[in-house]
């Protein structure tokens, strides 16, 4: 969710993942279809969208790189965090891992962020 401290961005390609894990997705939530499709939505809604071909190629070719032998389908979303200079939200370990072990640190996870988000609140 976005609000006044975070700005959520992805590359397009976030659609086709969350579509290709869906039975995995309905699997580990224990939620329906429509709850899933609803909870989907909101998320959605909540990040901006830009565009692959906007991303430097010189990002591209560093997280290329980088996944190449890590999870080549993470390519997209390692050079957009790049390009933008942000975090990389994600749960997948062994991303994590595999970046870190090549200097790549721009990488925060769930538990990470809720930490940060509880801290703001606290501040507040």
């Not at 870190?100 to 769930?110: D, P």
Request: aromatic residues 10%; glycine residues 6%.
């Amino acid at each position: 969710m976005s609000n006044m401290r975070f700005d959520f961005y992805s590359c397009g390609f976030l659609k086709f993942e969350l579509i290709k894990h869906r039975g995995k997705l309905l699997k580990l939530t224990k939620i329906s279809q429509v709850e899933l499709d609803e909870l989907m939505l909101n998320v959605l809604g909540n990040i901006q969208f830009i565009d692959e071909t906007f991303i430097p190629v010189q990002h591209l070719i560093l997280a290329e790189k980088l996944t190449i032998d890590i999870d080549p389908d993470d390519t997209p979303f390692v050079a957009l965090t790049a390009y933008l200079n942000g975090l990389l939200w994600t749960g997948d370990q062994p991303l994590i891992d595999g970046l870190k072990q090549k200097g790549f640190i721009q990488t925060i996870t769930t538990a990470q962020l809720s930490v940060l988000f509880d801290e703001l609140e606290i501040g507040d």
